[in-house]
């Protein structure tokens, strides 16, 4: 199982990532846990990532290739993946992609989990009071689904027109929301992708 999870901020993608990994017995790999990881450990450069994530906005393409790639193709030497929050960018697909396909360690299907705005934003709000993420604040939120919306919804199409995608209703309970992942993975596990 190579998959990768797409969605807004609050859609539910660490959950079921979370989830689905452990049903393929596969690794979990969400770049923002690896980010926030840095950050608390007070390297040079979790000090320069704290300021992106606190901000809303994205942590340069470069840091991300070099943090998040080599989990990647370790997780897929392995028994495989579950992304979450990688790539997020059309630029970040398509240099993983370049460096995944040496080692035959490319994305092999992705889920889109769709929710509409308005209720992410109430998602967000109520687990900044839950959980005090330094970007849960409400004009912060705002400008994460911005950039949703701007860098990472393209990649909607970039996996869909390559035959690897599927979309899942997120607004509904999280028990639904795997099932409905579980029963669309094995078609896009089938479907042979076509070429890049
Ligand atoms: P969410 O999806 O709710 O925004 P994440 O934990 O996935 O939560 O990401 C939190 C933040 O980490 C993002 O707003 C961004 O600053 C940074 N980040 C995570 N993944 C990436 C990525 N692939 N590229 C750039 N920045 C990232």
Known sequence: MRLLLIGPPGCGKGTQGARIAERYAVEHIAAGDILRAEVAA????????AGYI???????????????????????????????????????????????EEHASAVRCAIYMEVPQEELVA??????????????????IR???????????PLIDFYGERGLLDVVDATLAPDEV?????????ALVRARPVAS
Not at 42 to 49: D, H, N, P
Not at 67 to 86: I, M, S
Not at 125 to 139: H, M, N, T, V
Not at 143 to 153: D, G, I, K, Q, S
């Open 123 to 140: 998602r967000l709000l109520r687990r900044a009071e839950i959980e005090g993420r330094s970007d849960d604040k409400p004009d912060v």
């Open 42 to 49: 007070e390297t040079a450069l979790g000090r320069q990532i």
């Open 143 to 153: 400008h994460r689904l911005e950039v949703f919306t701007e860098a990472t919804a």
């Open 54 to 100: 606190s901000a809303g906005a994205l942590v340069p393409d470069d840091v991300i290739l070099d943090v998040v790639v080599p989990k990647v193709l370790a997780a897929a030497k392995a028994d495989g993946y579950v992304l979450d929050g990688f790539p997020r960018t059309i630029r970040q697909a398509a240099a993983a992609r370049r460096i995944a």
């Open 178 to 186: 795997t099932e409905q992942i579980l029963t669309a993975l094995p």
